[in-house]
């Protein structure tokens, strides 16, 4: 590009995208946990310059069509200005398998790590223990990402890049297990090797509290739909007093809130958001079924299932 090219060259504008990834941190908005907000750290660190602000601007726009997460490799697909999206590629190094069993051995030494990580924490402190095992949990020079976009552009990392960036740190966000991961740890695995290392309680063993519940639960015998259709649909299997305790809860969504949000969303709004204006209908819903019953149970000419449909 010469130099007349070079004060005339105006930016590309990205083709519009129906489905793509958008990231759901707004202007002003940070990330909502400290290792999400670690990981921006790191690549606010990178000084990428105005590259970083247009991927953000791109991973906003939901120009980031797909994101596939392995064990120190992340391959995406960026919609850009031309008719074929582009492909990225970022490494990241993997700790050695003696590297790890270093960090889950210091891990296990303390009880409160393993209790956060099987809750799906990441501990404030972790960082430390990493450091003790003479590793790094994140990137620590952009060195230590080795990247590549089928892009023209010459600068490397390109926006394309960064807009992945930011996605991997809105999942980060979500799941902080992804980044043990993107660093060669499975979570499976993790929470396995802490249960082999950590100290054994003669009484109880390592059974944690999840894997007591799974066997409750697989004590519990279902009870059989009927054979009978037409005994179904016409409320036979339905208590009478089932609506009599009907109330609005509390905390809408609830289970949905402990589990987090849907991984690589792709909607207009928060899946949560959409659910929760659901779980309001069927609430006012179960709240007119409740104050009906009376009435309903001397009508015999609607089945539930014309209710339903009513």
């Not at 960036?165 to 991961?181: H, W």
């Not at 299997?237 to 009599?244: F, K, Y």
């Amino acid at each position: 590009m010469g130099r007349w090219d070079y004060y005339n060259y105006t930016p590309s504008t990205p083709r519009p995208v129906k489905g793509g990834i958008k990231a759901e941190v707004k202007r002003g908005r940070a990330a909502k946990n400290w290792w999400a907000k670690q990981w921006n750290d790191v690549l606010e660190g990178f000084q990428l310059g105005a590259r970083l602000s247009r991927g953000r601007a791109y991973a906003r726009q939901g120009q980031v069509l797909s994101v596939e997460i392995g064990k120190g490799t992340v391959t995406a697909e960026v919609q850009g200005s031309r008719a074929k999206p582009y492909k990225v590629k970022i490494k990241v190094k993997v700790l050695s398998s003696d590297q790890w069993q270093k960090v889950t051995d210091l891990l296990a030494a303390e009880a409160i790590f393993t209790a956060k990580l099987l809750a799906g924490e990441m501990p404030a402190d972790i960082e430390e223990v990493f450091a003790r095992a003479g590793v790094s949990l994140f990137p620590e020079r952009s060195h230590d990402l080795e990247t590549d976009c089928s892009c023209p552009d010459w600068s490397n990392p390109c926006k394309h890049i960064a807009a992945v960036y930011y996605i991997l740190g809105q999942e980060f966000d979500r799941d902080p297990f992804l980044i043990f991961k993107l660093r060669g740890m499975e979570r499976e695995e993790l929470i396995s090797r802490l249960a082999r290392t950590g100290p054994v309680d003669p009484g109880k063993g390592r059974e944690t509290e999840a894997v007591h519940w799974a066997g409750e639960l697989a004590e519990i015998t279902p009870e059989p739909l009927p054979a009978d259709p037409e005994s179904f649909w016409a409320g036979g299997t339905v208590p009478e007093d089932l609506l009599a305790g009907t109330a609005v809860p509390s905390l809408r969504a609830a289970l949905l809130r402990q589990a987090g949000d849907f991984p690589l969303w792709r909607g207009e709004r928060p899946l949560l958001k959409e659910l929760e204006l659901m779980y309001i209908k069927a609430a006012d819903y179960g709240l007119g079924l409740a104050a009906a019953a009376p009435e309903r149970q001397q009508d015999t000419k609607l089945t539930p299932k014309e209710e339903m449909g009513k």
